[in-house]
């Protein structure tokens, strides 16, 4: 049984954490870095992602296994049918699976590492279930701690009037790229709570403005 971290040879597996626009953020997220270290919030011009800005937000690590939302796309107001800065990047899913949210959010910032979670909203009687992809990216603040994350979440077009939460699919492959690994893989990941920083930042403004319809 494989535990969070493991790795294995899943390749041909990962179409959907593949998609175009999550390979486009962790490309312009990759040359960020391009001197081995994670990148800084500050670091970001939206305008060299514009394409997927919508699709695009930045979380805030609040607290062991919290993080908010700072900034948020068009995407995640239509799923959401609100704002959701100032809410917690578990608002996004089912109460089943906030546990595994918090280890993933350590993950991300404690190890630190590149996670990939491939996600479904169930159907109901009145509307199809939606599958969907989330990239979640590692960034320093401006005082240098890993308390921020730099995310995407990607799904078909669809219309509802209701908001939209998810599950993460536990019986697919999720990504957990430790950060100085050779080469990306997909694993199958298990909870593993792993040490938080010793203390969040202070809330700061956003440099990255996104699409946000208050309407």
């Known amino acids: 049984m494989q535990r969070f971290g493991d790795h294995s040879n899943l390749h041909g597996q990962c179409d959907a954490l ?40 930045i979380l805030q ?19 959401l049918k609100m704002d959701p800065r100032g809410m917690p990047f578990s608002t996004l899913f089912d109460q089943d699976c906030h546990s595994d949210v918090r280890h993933v959010i350590e993950a991300v910032c404690a190890d630190p590492a590149i996670i990939g979670l491939q996600v479904r909203s169930a159907a109901t009687l009145l509307r199809p279930s939606l599958e969907g992809s989330v990239l979640l990216l590692p960034m320093r603040d401006t005082s240098g701690q890993m308390s921020r994350i730099l995310g995407a979440i990607v799904t078909p077009n669809t219309t509802s009037h209701k908001p939209r939460r998810f599950a993460i699919r536990n019986d697919l492959p999720r990504r957990h790229d430790r950060l100085g690994a050779p080469r990306p893989e997909l694993v199958s990941l298990m909870p593993h709570l792993v040490r938080p920083s010793e203390r969040p930042d202070a809330a700061l403004r956003p440099a990255l403005k996104l699409v946000v319809n208050n309407g």
Not at 31 to 49: F, Q, S, V
Not at 65 to 75: E, S, W, Y
């Open 18 to 57: 593949a998609h175009p626009h999550l390979l486009t953020l962790e490309a312009y997220w990759q040359k960020l870095r391009e001197a081995g270290d994670i990148p800084a919030r500050t670091d970001l011009n939206p305008a060299r992602i514009e394409h997927v800005l919508p699709y695009t937000f």
């Open 61 to 79: 690590r609040v607290a062991a296994g919290t993080a908010r939302f700072r900034v948020a796309g068009q995407r995640l107001h239509d799923l």
